[in-house]
């Protein structure tokens, strides 16, 4: 019986667990977007060339943020913590070995509000199987 009610939480889960991405700014999104992040993902959230391949400086490229990259395998709050304060620190404070991220924290440049929006943006740009995968792995609102 409890497998049975995991596997209905799993299956359920997706209509209703984007919720700090719901009601944002897209248009502010896309704008800070564009001003913020394209120089490295790129214009489309396209990424860059061989972004799994780490580059001579053993630093991952830039991953693309369109449905073919992973940006939509992880979790709002994952996102938004990556993106407040950088891959390095993450990965350091997770304990990773043998990550390096380039990417650099905009906590100090961008309001929570507009990385927020920011992430919304980019979930906006996504298909509909993406969104609600993604979905599934943010925790119920409530």
Not at 110 to 122: G, N, P, Q, R, T
Request: net charge negative.
């Amino acid at each position: 019986m409890r497998t049975a009610v995991a596997l209905l939480a799993l299956t359920v889960a997706p209509a209703w667990a984007g919720h700090e991405l719901d009601n944002r700014d897209l248009t502010n999104g896309q704008t800070l977007y564009a001003e913020n992040c394209a120089a490295c993902h790129g214009a489309n959230l396209e990424g860059q060339p061989d972004w799994q391949s780490p580059g001579p400086d053993g630093v991952l490229p830039a991953p693309p943020h369109d449905a073919n990259g992973h940006t939509w395998h992880h979790s709002n709050a994952q996102l938004f913590e990556y993106t407040q304060l950088g891959g390095a620190e993450v990965v350091k404070r997770l304990g990773v070995k043998g990550f390096n991220s380039g990417m650099p924290g905009f906590g100090d440049a961008l309001s929570d509000d507009d990385i927020w929006d920011i992430l919304a943006y980019i979930r906006s740009t996504w298909p509909e199987r993406e969104r609600d995968v993604q979905a599934g792995r943010n925790p119920p609102h409530g």
